[in-house]
């Protein structure tokens, strides 16, 4: 290296130089160089600006970063599947409970039928009974309801007033009346039944049956069939207080 | 002067622009910005002490560029590209603010 001093001035007066006459090939690659260098230090810095928060990650980071992602996703996926498996687990259960629901409300309205407790309606027959007074006592309305009965009859009532069931009691009452479960009905009866109405004209016309006894009684039966038999009264049904259901199994 | 405008144009040309930093680049660009930067300091400093040398300029200019990215590219298959781009720039940084402080002695005598 020279003499100190005369090179730091001539580097000073080379800079001048260079700045007041500016033509020659190193100028020009300098230039250049230095017009590459700018742009890509502004190309960086804009897409630091954009990107400023994965740009200076390493490839380490960024892995980390699509793991814990990747991770996140496999936990929600999971929720998701738990999610949907215990929604699947409702609609089942809701399904069920309402064939349940629908199977008990069936048996109820067949169990409604058979206690009395509930209206019924569909075709059967009407038996009218009428007679001199004192002919037709509760004996002779017991049999001839049995054999409505085993005659298929599934519901019954007197005078549209008393429904007749299994448990019903029929007793003679003051006069031209029966009490049927104290309930007073008087003379004519009305039978409605409903059932197969042949079967159960049958069953009246037996020979030495209903018919035949009210007539030998001097007593009138007429049967009429009827496409629909509207049962309207009903009986309450207290529930049992002594007898329990065996448990099934 | 036809450095002053290359770089001013340059700059200019950059904000016009608005390229987005192609993929494959994006890890380099940043080492290669402060290694050419350190090859202009360089360059300038060589300048003052009247030993400039146009074709040693791009020469040092180039490889600097090309080093710093395969530095970078090595770190990052070894699994240190973080801190091997970090000591880069540590040298790099070194290395420019010895080269402009000697430029400072020459034009300041300070």
Redesign the interface.
């Known amino acids: 290296?020279p003499d100190q001093a005369a090179?730091?001035s001539?580097?000073?007066a080379?800079?001048v130089a260079?700045?007041?006459?500016?033509?020659s090939?190193?100028?020009?690659?300098?230039?250049?160089?230095?017009?590459?260098?700018?742009?890509?230090?502004?190309?960086?810095m804009?897409?630091?600006d954009?990107a400023d928060r994965y740009?200076g990650a390493?490839?380490?980071?960024l892995i980390q970063l699509i793991n814990a992602q990747a991770v996140a996703e496999e936990r929600v996926e999971d929720q998701i599947a738990a999610l949907e498996a215990t929604r699947n687990e409702l609609e089942g259960h809701t399904a069920d409970t309402e064939v349940a629901l629908e199977l008990a409300r069936r048996q109820a309205s067949a169990l409604g039928i058979l206690t009395g407790t509930s209206p019924a309606v569909g075709p059967g027959i009407e038996v009218a009974v009428d007679g001199p007074p004192l002919s037709v006592g509760s004996q002779e309305l017991v049999s001839g309801i049995q054999e409505l009965r085993s005659a298929g009859a599934e519901a019954m009532q007197v005078n549209g007033v008393v429904r007749l069931v299994g448990s019903s009691s029929i007793v003679d009452g003051p006069g031209d009346s029966v009490i049927i479960d104290g309930t007073q009905v008087a003379a004519p009866f009305l039978i409605e039944a409903i059932g197969n109405a042949a079967a159960l004209e049958k069953a009246v016309f037996f020979p030495d049956g209903f018919a035949e006894d009210i007539e030998s009684a001097d007593g009138e039966v007429s049967v009429r069939r009827l496409n629909r038999v509207e049962i309207t009264s009903t009986r309450t049904v207290s529930p049992p207080q002594y007898a329990e259901p065996v448990p099934e199994g | 002067m036809i450095g002053a405008i290359g770089l001013a144009l340059g700059i200019l040309l950059g904000f016009v622009l608005e390229p987005d930093v192609p993929f494959w680049m994006e890890p380099y660009l940043p080492i290669a910005v402060v290694a050419a930067l350190d090859a202009v300091f360089g360059a300038l400093r060589a300048f003052l002490d009247g030993i400039f040398d146009d074709k040693v300029f791009v020469v040092s200019f180039v490889s600097n560029v090309l080093i710093a990215a395969l530095i970078v590219y090595l770190g990052d298959q070894l699994g240190v590209g973080g801190q091997l781009s970090t000591g880069v720039i540590v040298v790099l940084g070194i290395r420019i603010f010895s080269n402009v402080a000697a430029i400072r002695r020459h034009l300041f005598h300070a």
């Open positions: 290296m090179d730091e001539t580097g000073r080379r800079l260079a700045l007041r006459r500016p033509t090939r190193s100028q020009l690659t300098a230039g250049v160089l230095l017009g590459v260098l700018g742009f890509a230090a502004v190309v960086q804009h897409s630091s954009q740009a390493s490839q380490e980071d």
